[in-house]
């Protein structure tokens, strides 16, 4: 054989052994590279939306506990039930502190009044003229806006019909005060309730005539 034969069977033979250890070992070493690039790549990106979740956690712990206030606040505002007991006690320590006198409070039956659940309720108190008034500016002071917050101290109280007069028994400025007030709350009232048990809200010439007549007995 020739030496230059010998040289071409040498020659096929590296590119042969070149080839195999291509195919054989460096090709199945760049695929498994090229998976091993997309998962890192991967947990990357996952490392990376984690990072951005945990920076986010102050933020997202702020936005639970506001939540969470502004539940309550709501939840005292319109309670799931009526908590006539509660309210009762809200109503009382107004009273207390404007210096007028609860004579009566009888709750009616709760009732759907449109899309809201109403709890209607008469009260009767006895007081001077200008501690009403102050009763009534601290119930529709339950809640508040103060700023971008409201501020909530009572439940939500409507007044929807005042009658102011004058007892035998007592001297002017001193009146007996009958309200109607509703209230609300959540859950729906029971069935067979009718609207018709509701409040029906007082127009301001109402409450204008109410405060005339007051002012008449002076």
């Known amino acids: 054989m020739k030496r230059r034969d010998i040289y071409i069977l040498v020659g096929l033979g590296v590119l042969v052994i070149i080839v195999a250890w291509y195919f054989l070992i460096i090709s199945p070493k760049r695929d498994e590279l090229a998976e091993a690039k997309d998962r890192r ?3 990357q990106r ?4 984690d990072r951005a979740r945990v920076e986010r956690l102050p933020e997202e712990r702020s936005a639970a506990r506001q939540a969470t206030e502004d539940l309550l606040k709501i939840n005292k505002l319109v309670p799931v039930d009526e908590q006539i007991p509660s309210l009762i006690i809200e109503l009382n320590n107004s009273a207390n502190q404007a210096g007028i006198d609860f004579v009566k409070i009888t709750p009616s039956t709760e009732v759907v009044v449109g899309n809201e659940t109403v709890v209607p309720l008469d009260l009767t108190f006895e007081g001077r003229f200008f501690d009403v008034n102050d009763f009534l500016y601290r119930v ?3 809640a508040r806006i103060e700023g971008s917050d409201v501020n909530v101290s009572g439940r939500f109280v409507s007044v929807v019909e005042i009658l102011m007069q004058e007892a035998d028994y007592l001297e002017w400025p001193n009146v007996t005060t009958k309200l109607g007030v509703n209230t609300y709350m959540t859950s729906p009232p029971p069935q067979g309730a009718s ?3 509701a409040k029906r ?5 109402q409450t204008e005539q109410a405060a005339a007549e007051a002012q008449a007995g002076q």
């Not at 996952?46 to 939306?49: A, D, I, M």
């Not at 809200?201 to 010439?205: A, C, F, K, Q, R």
């Open 41 to 43: 790549d991967t947990e």
């Open 46 to 49: 996952k490392f990376e939306t």
């Open 140 to 142: 529709e002071n339950y």
């Open 195 to 197: 609207a018709d048990r």
């Open 201 to 205: 809200s007082s127009s301001d010439g």
